[in-house]
């Protein structure tokens, strides 16, 4: 069983830039792919990145590369996605999320894919 919690969400101005952490408690020897995700109420939960922990691969989704960022630090406890040039599209809910399939294509920011959720943090981009 694993626990995820995430924090760092909050209110930005567009351009701005803001950085959400994911605590992981649990034994997470068998989840080694760590990713984030985002959800705007009335549409599907996206994929933003992931963060492959066995050999540091990351996979952005083409709307944020360049912008976000995944990365994992505490050997493997605790995730990260930095963001930077906020954009009020970018206003969600973002969750995290453990798996332990792969990280190499959008394929992989499939939610059945994984097996256990952060509660979620807010983030909104306004002016």
């Known amino acids: 069983q694993l626990q995820l919690v995430e924090s760092g969400g909050g209110l930005v101005q567009p351009g701005g830039s803001l950085v959400l952490s994911c605590a992981v408690s649990?034994?997470?020897?068998?989840?080694?792919?760590l990713a984030w995700f985002r959800q705007v109420p009335g549409k599907e939960r996206e994929g933003v990145s992931c963060?492959?922990?066995?050999?540091?691969?990351?996979y952005n989704v083409d709307s944020v590369k360049g912008r976000f960022t995944s990365s994992i630090d505490n050997g493997g406890y605790t995730s990260y996605l930095s963001m930077s040039n906020l954009k009020p599209e970018d206003t969600a809910v973002y969750s995290c999320?453990?798996?332990?399939?792969?990280?190499?294509?959008?394929?992989?920011?499939?939610?059945?894919?994984?097996?256990?959720w952060g509660q979620g943090t807010p983030v909104t981009v306004s002016s």
């Open positions: 963060r492959d922990g066995s050999d540091g691969s990351t």
């Open positions: 999320a453990a798996g332990s399939a792969s990280c190499v294509s959008e394929d992989d920011l499939n939610p059945a894919l994984f097996d256990y």
């Open positions: 649990g034994d997470i020897s068998d989840y080694w792919i």
